[in-house]
Nanobody, 117 residues
Framework: QVQLVESGGGLVQPGGSLRLSCAAS????????MGWYRQAPGNQRELVAT???????NYADSMKGRFTISRDIAKNTVYLQMNSLKPEDTAVYYC???????????WGQGTQVTVSS
């Protein structure tokens, strides 16, 4: 069992930045893959970025160069730094953890990000 708690969402103007945090209840070394997903109203949940146990990262094409996923092993926390935000980035952002490949994953409660002037 893994609990994930997201924080850091809010209202930001276009072109601004936010950093989301996802605190896990277990060591990141016990998690195969962690990721950020987002879901806008009326849309399916989509991948934003992932980071593996070994630190390898992967991004959705539309986020490359603007978003950065990172982690702090000592704090069991994964971050999503979001720069140059656009109104279309408005969504609920969810943290996800996969303990074992092909096993069911865990989700956080989500944090709202709104990009608007």
């Amino acid at each position: 069992q893994v609990q994930l708690v997201e924080s850091g969402g809010g209202l930001v103007q276009p072109g601004g930045s936010l950093r989301l945090s996802c605190a896990a209840s277990v060591s990141l070394f016990s998690i195969y893959l962690m990721g950020w997903y987002r879901q806008a109203p009326g849309n399916q949940r989509e991948l934003v970025a992932t980071i593996t146990r070994t630190g390898s990262t992967n991004y959705a094409d539309s986020m490359k160069g603007r978003f950065t996923i990172s982690r702090d092993i000592a704090k069991n926390t994964v971050y999503l730094q979001m720069n140059s935000l656009k109104p279309e980035d408005t969504a609920v952002y969810y943290c996800n953890a996969v303990l074992i490949l092909n096993a069911p994953s865990y989700w956080g409660q989500g944090t709202q990000v709104t990009v608007s002037s």
